[in-house]
């Protein structure tokens, strides 16, 4: 545990100046303040429209989801994955990284551990700032209902699924970023990867939860608040999620045993 605690701390002061650590923090901030900001500027169209509470939360919350789930949270795990084993491409250490005294094994499961730390990160920054965020506007726009209703559990529940659902798409591609120093084959491959996910999710295909590409927007269409229902009435570990969980212990296994490889060449 403590050559894994000390990995760890070296993932983190090695890429805490990146694009990829900043971005967890920032996107979370300047998505869910825009949508803020819409939603004030929008007020009186929203508040004639007499939404329940539930209604309007899920509708504020919707949106944030919406767009992370659908369309930047599968790029930025592309890109991720593939900032945190470039360190290692383009320094040339991954020889120096394996002759430290420290046993493999702790080594590329930080390296792994720390971009599911990131994705938590982002999505915990999410949640916590959509629940922020609504209660602010209920100080700007007395008029909203925003604290009639308690969105603590939708939130943590969605973000949840969405989070595990990510983790088939994370393993897939920290092995392609493992497989390939350069930046174009596992983004090209995530890229097409993830534009086929959203298509097969969109279009009902019975095995489309079989596509890693596929399960953070099977998540959220699952997910999705239906006019009168219960928010909490869903199933978190459905299919998609026990697939990626799946995906995410083979491909870390497999991971593991390409990087021993490449540590002795």
Same mark, same amino acid.
């Given at each position: 545990?403590?050559a894994l605690?000390i +990995? &760890?701390?070296?993932e983190?002061?090695? +890429?805490?100046k990146?694009l990829?650590?900043?971005?967890?923090?920032?996107?979370?901030?300047?998505?869910?303040?825009?949508?803020?900001?819409?939603?004030? @500027?929008d007020?009186e169209?929203?508040?004639?429209?007499h939404?329940?509470?539930?209604i309007?939360?899920?509708?504020?919350?919707g %949106?944030?989801?919406?767009v992370?789930?659908?369309?930047?949270?599968? $790029?930025?795990i592309?890109?991720?994955?593939f900032?945190?084993?470039?360190?290692e491409? =383009?320094?040339? %250490?991954?020889?120096?990284?394996? %002759?430290q005294?420290?046993?493999? *094994?702790?080594i590329? /499961?930080? =390296?792994?551990?720390?971009a599911? $730390? !990131?994705?938590?990160?982002? !999505?915990f920054? $999410?949640a916590?700032?959509?629940?922020?965020f609504?209660? !602010?506007?209920?100080?700007?726009?007395?008029? *909203?209902?925003?604290? @009639?209703?308690?969105?603590?559990?939708?939130l943590?529940?969605?973000?949840a699924k969405?989070?595990?659902?990510?983790? #088939?798409?994370?393993?897939? @591609?920290?092995? &392609?970023?493992l497989?390939? +120093?350069?930046? &174009?084959?596992?983004?090209?491959?995530?890229?097409? #990867?993830?534009?086929?996910?959203?298509?097969? /999710?969109?279009?009902?295909?019975?095995? /489309?939860?079989?596509?890693?590409?596929? !399960?953070?927007?099977?998540?959220l269409?699952i997910?999705?608040?239906?006019? #009168?229902s219960?928010?909490?009435?869903? /199933?978190? *570990? %459905?299919?998609?999620?026990?697939? +990626?969980?799946?995906?995410?212990?083979?491909? *870390?296994?497999i #991971?593991y $045993?390409?990087?021993t490889k490449?540590?002795?060449?």
């Open positions: 545990m403590r605690y +990995s &760890l701390i070296s983190f002061y090695k +890429s805490r990146t990829a650590f900043w971005a967890a923090i920032l996107l979370p901030v300047i998505i869910c303040g825009l949508i803020s900001f819409g939603f004030y @500027q007020a169209k929203i508040i004639a429209n939404y329940p509470p539930m309007l939360w899920a509708k504020y919350s %949106t944030a989801l919406g992370m789930g659908f369309l930047i949270m599968p $790029f930025y592309l890109f991720m994955a900032s945190v084993n470039n360190i491409h =383009k320094n040339d %250490t991954w020889k120096m990284l394996f %002759t005294p420290l046993n493999k *094994f702790s590329y /499961a930080s =390296k792994y551990l720390y599911v $730390f !990131l994705i938590f990160t982002c !999505l920054l $999410f916590s700032l959509t629940y922020s609504g209660h !602010l506007l209920q100080v700007l726009v007395p008029k *909203f209902n925003f604290n @009639q209703y308690n969105p603590s559990n939708i943590i529940n969605s973000y969405l989070f595990l659902a990510s983790l #088939g798409i994370l393993s897939l @591609q920290f092995i &392609l970023s497989l390939w +120093s350069d930046f &174009l084959k596992p983004m090209g491959i995530g890229f097409v #990867g993830t534009i086929m996910g959203i298509i097969t /999710a969109n279009v009902g295909w019975k095995y /489309a939860y079989l596509n890693p590409y596929s !399960l953070p927007a099977l998540a269409k997910t999705r608040v239906k006019k #009168g219960d928010p909490l009435d869903f /199933a978190i *570990f %459905t299919d998609e999620i026990w697939t +990626s969980l799946i995906y995410a212990l083979v491909l *870390f296994i #991971g $045993f390409i990087v490449k540590s002795i060449k």
